[in-house]
């Protein structure tokens, strides 16, 4: 036994308390997250806020307000207002009973709840049109991969109140602005007119005949779209060879739908918001009639749309008010992100720290306590040492987190009433008076 633990070698000492400290590590990552949602920190957070500051700015350039709603629901709201032939009410929805027996279900999109939201709280009386906007996480059971996530978060604009398309172009037009300002180039927007609801009752007649020539040949979900949602044949990843000589819903428009789709195109000539006319884009939920636009991303594949919306004139009055034209969209946040990474877009990595202040001695500690506070007081991002480490070790931490300044406040420093300082970027370090140390610091950072 002496033995063995005379033997025993650095290396295996190391072994076992690495060893030990490991296993600790994999015992407390039994907890895993919900497959399909994701923890979003370090980088990835800087290009959620990059594009979550864009696209409130822009939310102000084009006069939108606000809305914040539940993320659940009555459940019957997602099934009245979505369709229940759709994929998300069939299959998709995370439903459950609460404590007291109500069925609650997550929200699957922003549209529902900002139309029951509308009429709640009487928000025609604000003046109308009203326009809207949220950012929020939404809940589909879809089957996970990139691009593709049951907890995904969208950023809608919804407006209600007119029937003009006006408000259709002013809403790819920001989707369009935004992208571009947020350096995406490789994106297509993709306009179409799916009509009013009796002529696509005549198209889905058209439709039927058609695929009826082939239903014997096509996929198993196919059969079941072709009595449910017809027009969603036209999306089937599978049978993707028969939707190019299909129909065109197009040739079903009325005179009123017609002219409509072409203000709708001039209106984006004048604002200089490139498109194609694909009468592809029929969209996934029941809701809506003429406008479908959808803007797809050509390095992202399968899951490329990183936009869609639409008209939706029937819903509120479907949800139980007076009838009143709406129309809206949402960006998938995640999905633009990929697109940023996939086309080598790179966001500032400026470090939130402006000033480290590390401090050494009961004494030292006040002043780093007194001098971070005057520093916040002036808007400067702080991190002061709230670890008992060593000078080295927060010097170490301070490099390591990128601050732009290190404040040192040791004996010395105490005693002669100065601070050091060192700048991060090039390692020099000065001493002042203490009383120069904040206008000097403030100075330094407005020309950075
Ligand atoms: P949607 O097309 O179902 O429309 O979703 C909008 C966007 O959310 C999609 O284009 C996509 O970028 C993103 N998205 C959807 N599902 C997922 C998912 N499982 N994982 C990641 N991203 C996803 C709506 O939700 C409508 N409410 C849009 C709208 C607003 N129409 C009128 N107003």
């Given amino acids: 036994m002496a033995l063995f633990f005379c ?24 907890y895993k997250k919900i497959k399909g949602t994701q923890d979003i920190f370090g980088k990835e957070i800087d290009y959620w806020k990059y594009f979550e500051e864009k696209a409130n700015d822009f939310m102000g350039r084009y ?25 998300v009410v069939q299959k998709e929805m995370y439903t459950f009973d609460d404590k007291g027996g109500r069925s609650v279900t997550l929200r699957p999109e922003g549209t529902a709840s900002a139309v029951r939201a509308y009429i709640e709280n009487s928000l025609m009386n604000m003046g109308s049109p009203i326009k809207l906007y949220y950012n929020g996480p939404m809940f589909r059971y879809e089957k996970p991969q990139s691009g593709r996530l049951r907890q995904f978060h969208q950023f ?28 995406l180039r490789k994106y297509t927007i993709k306009i179409n007119s ?11 007649k058209a439709l039927k005949d058609y695929y009826g020539n082939y239903l014997s040949e096509m996929c198993d979900d196919c059969k079941v779209r072709y009595e449910n949602n017809t027009m969603r044949l036209l999306d089937c990843k ?29 209106y984006l000539d004048i604002l200089g918001v490139p498109y194609v006319v694909d009468p592809g884009i029929i969209r996934g939920l029941d809701y809506y009639n003429n406008t ?74 006040k002043e780093a306590l007194e001098i971070s506070n005057e520093l916040r007081k002036r808007g400067i991002n702080v991190f002061m040492n709230i670890s008992s480490r ?14 732009k300044f290190t404040a040192i406040i040791g004996e010395d420093e ?20 203490k009383n120069w140390f904040l206008e000097i610091i403030e100075e330094k950072l407005k020309k950075q």
Avoid: W
Wanted: with cysteine; aromatic share 8%.
């Fill in 238 to 266: 599978i049978d993707t060879q028969y939707a190019k000589n299909a129909p065109s819903i197009l040739d079903f428009l009325g005179e009123e739908s017609k002219k409509d789709f072409e203000n709708l195109k001039k």
């Fill in 292 to 365: 479908a636009f959808e803007i797809e991303h050509e390095l992202l594949g399968a899951q490329g749309v990183i936009a869609g919306g639409g008209r939706y004139d029937g819903l509120v009055s479907e949800i139980g008010a007076n009838p009143t034209p709406a129309v809206g969209f949402a960006i998938g946040i995640e999905r633009v992100i990929l697109s940023m990474k996939a086309e080598g877009i790179e966001v500032s990595d400026e470090s939130p720290v402006d000033v480290y202040v590390i401090f050494s001695g009961e004494e030292a500690k």
């Fill in 194 to 204: 799916i009509g009013k609801k009796e002529e696509r009752e005549n198209y889905i």
């Fill in 156 to 183: 809608g604009c919804e407006i209600f109140g007119t029937a003009d398309v006006l408000a259709d172009a002013e809403l790819i037009s920001i989707a369009h602005n935004l992208f571009s300002e947020i350096g």
């Fill in 63 to 87: 006069a939108f307000n606000e809305i914040r709603t539940p993320i659940m629901e009555q459940t019957e709201l997602f099934h009245r207002g979505i369709g229940e032939g759709t994929d």
């Fill in 414 to 433: 105490v005693k002669e009433k100065i601070i050091t300082f060192k700048e991060m970027s090039n390692g020099e370090q000065t001493k002042v008076e």
């Fill in 7 to 30: 033997d025993i070698s650095d290396f295996m000492v190391k072994y076992i308390i690495v060893n030990t400290i490991y296993k600790g590590v994999t015992d407390l990552s039994a």
């Fill in 390 to 403: 060593n000078f080295s070790a927060q010097m170490k931490h301070s490099n390591k987190i990128n601050s």
